[in-house]
């Protein structure tokens, strides 16, 4: 039986109904966008950071990184939406979806690192919150490990890889206005190149067609030689 302090797990997916803004869960298009925020971290490496990744998936930002004290996404987003044990910080982890969560949460990190190539220049090296300095233990695991020592892809660091099918891309308006006026234009050449072949195998057949005019006038031609000549005398 799952319990927990409180007794057995409690959920109220969306039943957060002082906060609309956390009655839904994160769309894959908010981790496609999530994916693109390039940058680890910004000052000051903390829940108010604007344009980090790492506060990004962690949820305190929009999904495309800009930070909103009004927002709540991705992996935030899923726990302030489950609501009750899963929604409580002190408690989350009894909830069992915990670990399907926070798996996928490094899954996204992952993917990150690989997209990115990312190397631990980009971690903060100080003024970060006690913790989570580049060189600092990982609070509260035991035994100690560094950020620097988990800043590493999971078949590196953890022997297995995520499989995952990232969302695709969806295109934005001037994408979309690019990809209208590109074939906008091929469609204007393609009505090109067909009429001028059209026209070039009109006028080829009419050159065909020439030799028997001239056949014609050439017959013409003889006859009219031919004839007799009215200013000779026929005597
Ligand atoms: O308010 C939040 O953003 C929030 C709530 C919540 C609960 C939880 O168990 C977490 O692990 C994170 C979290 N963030």
Known sequence: KLCTEGGPIRRNPAGNVGRPAVQRLPEPQD???CLEVRVFDTPPFYSNSTDSFRNTVEGYSAPTGKYDPAVRSLHNLAHLFLNGTGGQTHLSPNDPIFVLLHTFTDA???EWL???N???STFPLENAPIGHNRQYNMVPFWPPVTNTEMFVTAPDNLGYAYEVQ???QE???SEIITIAVVAALLLVAAIFGVASCLIRSRST?????Q???TDHYQRYAEDYEELPNPNHSMV
Do not use: C, H, M, S
Not at 205 to 209: F, G, I, M, S
């Open 166 to 168: 990232w969302p695709g």
């Open 114 to 116: 690989r997209r990115y």
């Open 171 to 173: 295109f934005t308006v």
């Open 211 to 213: 030799p028997l005019l």
């Open 31 to 33: 981790v496609t966008q």
């Open 205 to 209: 057949k009419n050159e065909a067609n």
């Open 118 to 120: 990312a190397d631990i």
């Open 108 to 110: 996204v990190f992952d």
